[in-house]
């Protein structure tokens, strides 16, 4: 019997063996490390407004645009059971999926759900993330779920020759709830958008808010009820974290632009002023506003008109301030503080310019015709934080430092510097966290000029002026 049942049973494991070879010839698997996975959107956003516990359901699809079909090793909450979010991947639900098949040019559903509370007020915002695994690659959809009401600005408006798709605001913002913006939005020519005090305004990757020509914004905030400008990204890894959103660009054009009491963190360019607009007055007025944690820069103005006092503009990856191909500018007792350490910064932190290169290689060059820093304080990590980059030949290249404090490897010793301190480290409170107020024994208490002061009355922490004999320089008065 044994010499019966031995053949048969290598018989059966042949036929099996063979079986099984010739339906696996119709599985061809990508194994190419640079696929990547499509995705019908690179966001799921629940924007519903939660009245009691919410839950509601989101849905995208995932594709397979190649010829051959692709496991997808690992899909998974990243928060896992900690999670907000439930999700059914292609029928399966659960937090971890493994081995998840996906045939050539085929796709799947992915469905997501999100319970939320919406009295839990610290967390307006709850975040969370599925990620993808294919051929050691990691692919990322980010869900997004407002725990309170919210007003959302979405680009409605499709894109055109002249403008990428964008929603246009204008008017007065309500501040009863936080406003979050998504892709462009523009405030549309010859209209006018006023931000009152106390609004939170979220701006999601890459949200840019856009004056155009002949149009204004007026941002309105008062002590202790600051207009914030912040990424949509609030859980305390993305707290401070540069580069999460785009600019405020006051366009080529934009007119009478004020903002006072704001707070602006974490983009990559801050305030970017193109130009002057059809007005008598400054294209921007900016006073008793923060700058802060931008990837690029805080301040970029082209050959524009900009008044600032009581200002601060900290931790900046390239520079604090470009003043870029001419214009003129007014700055009085500002606190340029520049501590940037999530890279190497080589680039100092103002820089004037009064030219530009063009399409055609030509130099086109523009006047500076004023720049001025009075009672101010300019310093930061590197040994020099001025740049002149005047062109050689031509155009005017007027620029005045009065009173101010100055971190600088210049030649100081000119009618381009009246009573500077140079070099003397103005020892900040905490540069770390960026309170950048004075402590007792800094150099700069008492060193300013009042009549430089005329009209400021007030710190930015709405202390008087002059605590002393004379005003402190930057933004903080000593109290």
Known sequence: MLRIKVPYFLFLLCLLLIYSSSCNKDIHFNDDPNFKLAFSHDTVLFDTVFTTVGTITKVFKVFNKSN?????SRVELASQTQSNYRVNVDGMSGTVF????????????????????????????????ILFYTNNNEQKIQLVA?????????????????????????????????????????????????????????????????????????????????????????DYYYKDLPGMWGRIWLSAGS?????????????????????????????????????????????????????????????CGEYAILLNIGGKYDFRHCTIGNFWSYTTRQTPSVVLNNYYKDIYGNYQVRDLESVYFGNSIIYGNISNEIGLDKYPYSGIFNYHFDHTLIRTSL?????????????????????????????????????????????????????????????????????
């Open 411 to 479: 030649e100081t010793n000119s009618d381009f510097f009246t009573s500077c301190i140079i070099n003397q480290n103005p020892t900040f409170e905490d540069t770390d966290s960026l309170y950048l107020n004075l402590k007792n024994f800094s150099p700069a208490i008492n060193k300013g000029n009042p009549s430089i002061s005329s009209g400021i009355n007030n710190d930015i922490e709405g202390n008087p002026r002059i605590q002393g004999i004379k005003p402190d320089l930057g933004a903080y008065e000593k109290m």
């Open 98 to 129: 493994f081995d998840v098949l996906l045939r050539a040019k085929d796709s799947m559903w992915v469905f997501v759900e999100a319970t939320i509370d919406p009295r839990n007020q610290n967390t307006p915002i709850v975040q969370d993330s």
């Open 255 to 315: 007119k009478d632009n004020e903002i006072n009491y704001a707070v602006i963190k974490n983009g990559r360019v801050g305030v970017h002023v193109d130009t002057l607009g059809n007005s008598s007055n400054p294209t921007l007025t900016m006073t008793n506003t923060i700058i802060k944690n931008m990837s690029a820069a805080g301040l970029f103005a082209q050959g524009s008109w900009v008044v600032a006092h009581n200002c601060v503009i900290a931790n």
């Open 146 to 234: 407002f725990g309170q009401d919210a007003y959302f600005h979405y680009p409605t408006v499709p894109a055109s020759e002249d403008l990428p798709a964008h929603s246009t605001i204008s008017g007065v913002w309500s501040n009863d709830k936080p406003h979050v913006i998504y892709g462009f939005a523009f405030v549309p020519n010859d209209s006018t958008l006023i931000i009152p005090s106390g609004t939170k305004v979220y701006m999601h990757h890459n949200a840019n808010l856009v004056v155009l020509k002949d149009a204004s914004l007026k941002i309105y905030g008062s002590l202790g009820n600051e207009v914030v400008f912040q990424s949509d990204r609030l």
């Open 68 to 72: 051959k079909d692709i496991n997808i």
